[in-house]
């Protein structure tokens, strides 16, 4: 049998602990949901495709923050089959192992990560270069899914409230490098100051937890020196 | 329980990083105003040195040092990560800081008189 | 911190790089057979390449030490705002005043 600790109520709260049995294969998904269909109708969670392409189910499992679809009881329960189920830190829990996105999606608005075209239509197809150093660098940051976890993970979300995260600032950097986008100037801009990349310390928790195995961390790298090269050129230009 | 992410190598880096920081920010006006007894002439700064000749701050000297290494070692590592193209490999990134750290520290107690 | 600060931190990062190595060196050297006021004043007396090597130290510290503690403060404490700012300004001046101190007092002009 397996002694599953979970956190009811919101961000108070106390651990309730159920007892499962375990099965073969079985995932933390499968847990929960036994919990909540057999055990407790009351217990909310989140899950949407079970299959690790959406990434709902993401919670804290033994204090790593994980998709709970993609983690085996197997490899993730303690050596004395005891599990502790956790909602994602640095989110507003709204009740037991669900938080509220809005604050994350807020800011991932407000790293503008997303796709300006620019006030004229283009005139023709864009011709991107799938080689080109620039298509390289957006396309190994470009699969994040918006799960939360390396915000989760992050230790300077959880020192600095106003921080953009590592989600919002990976998604503006695959902008940065997009050849089509036309809002470069703003985009740095507003990923630029104290809750900008250079808040960032690099611990590298983001690039530790992300389940699709991106690196938020080069991400933010990457925008702290296109800030630093925009500056430089700035500085050299206005002095001439 | 602690967060897993406090466990992960990247984050102890980026904590003695951190608290090296904090003790030479410390450290440093005290170092300045030891130096600054030799405005009273040498005799004055050799009645200070005369008080570090012992094995405790001997000992205090060879941490300090070490921190020193520890901040600039952990630093140029930081650099790197946000200059260099190379993706790191964080826990052999760290070994070697250790042992540069490790290093400077005995050739500091190998070397004091 | 912001973009100014993060920018004069890692150009003061830089700077440091090479003045902690050498200074790290001297030091490793300079412990040998123990260390006299007599042995310093040797090497920095009149001194003009240590004077220059050494105020550009102190600037870079005093520049590199306050923002890294700005960080810490904001990050681990519930202080912030320009109380803060204008005391680690403070504290930057502490660092230069007396940095400036001690290399002229074994600069010995």
Not at chain 1, 210 to 219: H, I, V
Not at chain 2, 53 to 70: G, I
Not at chain 2, 95 to 113: D, E, I
């Given at each position: 049998?397996?002694?599953?600790?979970?956190?009811?109520?919101?961000?108070?709260?106390?651990?309730?602990?159920?007892?499962?049995?375990?099965?073969?294969?079985?995932?933390?998904?499968?847990?929960?949901?036994?919990?909540?269909?057999?055990?407790?109708?009351?217990?909310?969670?989140?899950?949407?495709?079970?299959?690790?392409?959406?990434?709902?189910?993401?919670?804290?499992?033994?204090?790593?923050?994980?998709?709970?679809?993609?983690?085996?009881?197997?490899?993730?329960?303690?050596?004395?089959?005891?599990?502790?189920?956790?909602?994602?830190?640095?989110?507003?829990?709204?009740?037991?192992?669900?938080?509220?996105?809005?604050?994350?999606?807020?800011?991932?608005?407000?790293?503008?990560?997303?796709?300006?075209?620019?006030?004229?239509?283009?005139?023709?197809?864009?011709?991107?270069?799938?080689?080109?150093?620039?298509?390289?660098?957006?396309?190994?940051?470009?699969?994040?899914?918006?799960?939360?976890?390396?915000?989760?993970a992050c230790e300077v979300?959880a020192?600095?409230?106003?921080?953009?995260?590592?989600?919002?600032?990976?998604?503006?950097?695959?902008?940065?490098?997009?050849?089509?986008?036309?809002?470069?100037?703003?985009?740095?801009?507003?990923?630029?100051?104290?809750?900008?990349?250079?808040?960032?310390h690099t611990h590298m928790s983001c690039t530790t937890f992300?389940?699709?195995?991106?690196?938020?961390?080069?991400?933010?790298?990457?925008?702290?020196?296109?800030?630093?090269?925009?500056?430089?050129?700035?500085?050299?230009?206005?002095?001439? | 329980?602690m967060r897993a992410s406090h466990k992960e190598p990247g984050f102890l880096a980026a904590l003695l990083h951190r608290?090296?920081?904090?003790?030479?920010?410390?450290?440093?006006?005290?170092?300045?105003?030891?130096?600054?007894?030799?405005?009273?002439?040498?005799?004055?700064?050799?009645?200070?040195?005369?008080?570090?000749?012992?094995?405790?701050?001997?000992?205090?000297?060879?941490?300090?040092?070490?921190?020193?290494?520890?901040?600039?070692?952990?630093?140029?590592?930081?650099?790197?990560?946000?200059?260099?193209?190379?993706?790191?490999?964080t826990?052999?990134?760290l070994?070697?800081?250790?042992?540069?750290?490790?290093?400077?520290?005995?050739?500091?107690?190998?070397?004091?008189? | 911190?912001?973009?100014?600060?993060?920018?004069?931190?890692?150009?003061?990062?830089?700077?440091?790089?090479?003045?902690?190595?050498?200074?790290?060196?001297?030091?490793?050297?300079?412990?040998?057979?123990?260390?006299?006021?007599?042995?310093?004043?040797?090497?920095?007396?009149?001194?003009?390449?240590?004077?220059?090597?050494?105020?550009?130290?102190?600037?870079?510290?005093?520049?590199?030490?306050?923002?890294?503690?700005?960080?810490?403060?904001?990050?681990?404490?519930?202080?912030?705002?320009?109380?803060?700012?204008?005391?680690?300004?403070?504290?930057?001046?502490?660092?230069?005043?007396?940095?400036?101190?001690?290399?002229?007092?074994?600069?010995?002009?």
């Open positions: 049998m397996l002694s599953v600790e979970v956190w009811r109520g919101t961000d108070r709260g106390r651990f309730q602990t159920f007892a499962v049995p375990r099965r073969v294969n079985q995932t933390v998904l499968d847990v929960v949901s036994e919990i909540q269909r057999e055990q407790d109708p009351t217990l909310s969670y989140r899950f949407a495709c079970r299959v690790g392409m959406c990434g709902s189910c993401a919670m804290v499992v033994n204090g790593r923050p994980r998709w709970t679809c993609r983690t085996r009881v197997s490899e993730s329960a303690s050596a004395k089959g005891a599990l502790r189920l956790e909602p994602l830190r640095n989110f507003t829990v709204v009740k037991d192992l669900t938080v509220e996105m809005t604050q994350f999606f807020d800011k991932w608005r407000d790293a503008h990560g997303h796709f300006e075209p620019g006030g004229a239509p283009a005139q023709d197809f864009a011709v991107v270069e799938p080689a080109s150093p620039q298509r390289q660098a957006a396309d190994a940051a470009i699969e994040c899914i918006g799960c939360g976890i390396c915000y989760s979300v020192w600095n409230k106003d921080y953009l995260g590592p989600a919002a600032l990976n998604r503006a950097w695959t902008l940065v490098n997009d050849v089509r986008d036309a809002a470069r100037d703003a985009r740095l801009d507003a990923v630029t100051g104290e809750a900008g990349c250079q808040a960032c992300c389940p699709k195995g991106l690196a938020p961390t080069y991400s933010i790298a990457g925008l702290k020196r296109t800030f630093l090269l925009r500056a430089v050129s700035r500085a050299w230009g206005g002095g001439r | 329980m608290l090296s920081g904090i003790a030479l920010a410390i450290f440093l006006p005290f170092h300045f105003l030891a130096l600054a007894t030799a405005l009273n002439g040498a005799d004055a700064l050799d009645t200070f040195l005369a008080l570090t000749r012992t094995p405790a701050m001997k000992a205090s000297e060879c941490v300090l040092v070490a921190a020193l290494a520890m901040h600039m070692t952990l630093g140029l590592r930081v650099l790197a990560i946000e200059f260099l193209p190379i993706r790191e490999r826990f052999a990134t070994s070697a800081c250790a042992a540069a750290v490790f290093a400077v520290g005995l050739a500091f107690l190998l070397n004091v008189g | 911190m912001n973009a100014a600060l993060y920018l004069a931190q890692r150009l003061s990062a830089m700077v440091l790089a090479f003045a902690v190595t050498a200074h790290l060196a001297t030091i490793l050297y300079a412990v040998r057979g123990g260390l006299t006021a007599g042995e310093i004043l040797a090497r920095t007396r009149h001194n003009d390449a240590f004077l220059f090597l050494y105020v550009v130290f102190v600037v870079a510290v005093a520049v590199h030490a306050p923002i890294g503690l700005r960080n810490v403060i904001n990050e681990w404490t519930p202080w912030r705002g320009p109380l803060v700012d204008r005391a680690l300004v403070g504290f930057g001046g502490l660092l230069f005043g007396l940095g400036l101190l001690a290399v002229m007092a074994v600069y010995q002009p």
